[in-house]
């Protein structure tokens, strides 16, 4: 394997006629970086969905580590490294944070037999050690996006899908996130979704634009973000400031 | 491999050390573990039965809350197992003649081999919630039928008669659990025992894997959960265990007959643990055995009264206690209420010294 961790041919999802994702082909080696943007309803989502194991595609093939996933419940992704934060919040809400990630972390261990990574080391990674016992229904918003990072860390990820995982931060917290995917990528691949241009900007990494259900322009955020067509796709005709 | 395996159960199983919150439990069940040991001392043969009855729908409620107050599984068919425990152990011990251990482990593992059977398939192909228990329900009235109709096998509507009490006999020595006194020890060591143990499951990872799929299955899923796994794991213990009550409930009356099925009897056993509280350790104990003693004195006075009281009770407990009695948080309540009273006059005079100064 030279690094190969993820490859996906041909990846399609049509839901009831339309094609939310249309014959994407990625491959994702360890440690890459990759960021997705798009106009909503672009298939962002599904894509990761597809990635994800939460939706079956339609067609395609998709392989993890030289193993054939296609069809595979999204429980065996998660086993093989594949761990997604969900677009908005998705916790255990009725636990405490510090649960939430112990949770989060014992299943993979598990299967694995090995240990699993120290909750409490990973709550200041995320900064919420002082929320520790606080139950994740009564954090706001801001802080249930870094207690779902926290659960994708717990995970073991050697391939972390993150679903918009700056809305709702704060520009500041935006670049605390923007330094820990940074770290993370010494550990794993990190794919990205976001709408938040300049987060985009921030991260300076390899970045896909997909329009209808299909990549539309790979390149780094610099090229993309002075191609013209991509503007006229993201921002619509007419839009007189083009993102930075 | 083996070594895997013993490290995976420490992952799971391992108990976090004592604290405060584990002095109610343990101190609650030395309470009880005292209560029970010497109330056959003061208690009249007949009392003595009643409540020893009582118990065993104690076990049947702990059952049902390790399914649905803590895998978060409502069925309305949860007597199913009650019966096939019940209706197992009859049929091996009178029709078939076999041992009572023999008719323990045939009611038990019946129970379970039928669970296995309907969660694979159900859980399985991911049915969920009322569907689930809409299902159960079915399964339930199909079991009530073929005890009625079985006539050969289950005596139908007078069902079997003369069941032997529980005894047990290993090389040469015979332990007879068939006296009052004999199974109301065995009936509350059951009890004890496997409250203890689903203590000790529910306050380890695994109590709160089971918690974290039932608040939000999907995303345990994607934490890498087997869930519907885990959830067919929850519901073959869970008919065991209520199997063994059956067991129990046979063994101690003698009698079974087909309205172990009733539906009434399912019902109540979801309102015992809706009031006790899901999930909450003794709470749905403590209801079903209340409620069981409440129904048996009810019933000498009027038959008709105990159905209209059970409804009565089931609609307060979805309109005003939606999360069970709780008593313990209430008695919590109430110190934090004493101690915010007593300690307002002494805030009042600080106040004053500060004005003065």
Known sequence: MDGQFLQGTNLSRAFGGINAVAGVDINIRLRDLLCVIGPNGAGKSTLVGLLSGAIAPGSGELYLDGERMTGRP????????????????????????????????????????????????VLEEVGLSGQARELASHLPHGERQWLEIGMAIMCQPALLLLDEPAAGLSAKDAQRLVRLIHRLRERCAVLAIEHDLGFVQSLACETWVMHRGEVVRRGSYAEIAVDEEIRRIYLGRGATHAAH | MSGKHAGCLRLWFSQPALGARDVLPLLMSAVAAAAVAIVPFFAGPWLLSAVRDALVMGILALSYDLLWGRAGVLTLGHTTFLGLGAYGFAVATVQ?????????????????????????????????LHFFAIISLAVLIVA????????????????????????????GHALDLSGPRASWYTVSAVLLVATGLMWLVCRSRYGKVLGAIATNEWRAKACGYHTSFHLLLVF???????????????????????????????????????IGGRGRIGGPVVAA????????????????????????????????????????GRVWAALRAGRAIWSRPSAHRVGHAQEKR
């Open chain 2, 96 to 128: 078939f003649g076999q041992a009572p251990v023999t008719g323990l482990a045939a009611g038990v593992l019946c129970a379970a081999a039928v669970a296995a059977v309907i969660g694979y398939f159900l859980l399985f192909a991911g049915v969920r």
């Open chain 2, 236 to 274: 073959v213990a869970s008919a065991a265990l209520a199997a063994v009550a059956g067991v129990l409930m046979a063994a101690c009356s003698g009698v079974v007959a087909p309205d172990v099925f009733s539906p009434l009897l399912a019902t109540e056993v979801i309102l015992w643990v809706a």
């Open chain 2, 144 to 171: 009530q039928q073929l005890a009625v109709s079985w006539q050969s096998v289950t005596g139908g509507d007078t069902g079997i008669l003369g069941i032997p009490g529980l005894s047990f006999s290993a090389g």
């Open chain 1, 74 to 121: 999204m429980h065996a992704f998660c086993r093989c490294g594949v761990v997604r934060k969900f677009q908005g919040t998705n916790t255990f809400l009725t636990m405490t944070v510090r649960d939430n990630l112990v949770v989060a972390g014992l299943g993979v261990a598990a299967y694995r037999a090995t240990p699993m990574p120290d909750p409490d080391a």
């Open chain 2, 289 to 328: 055995v209340t409620l069981t003693l409440l129904r048996q004195t009810v019933s000498s006075y009027s038959t008709d009264g105990w159905p209209l009281i059970l409804g009565g009770l089931f609609l307060a407990c979805v309109l005003f206690m939606p999360n069970g009695l709780r008593l313990d």
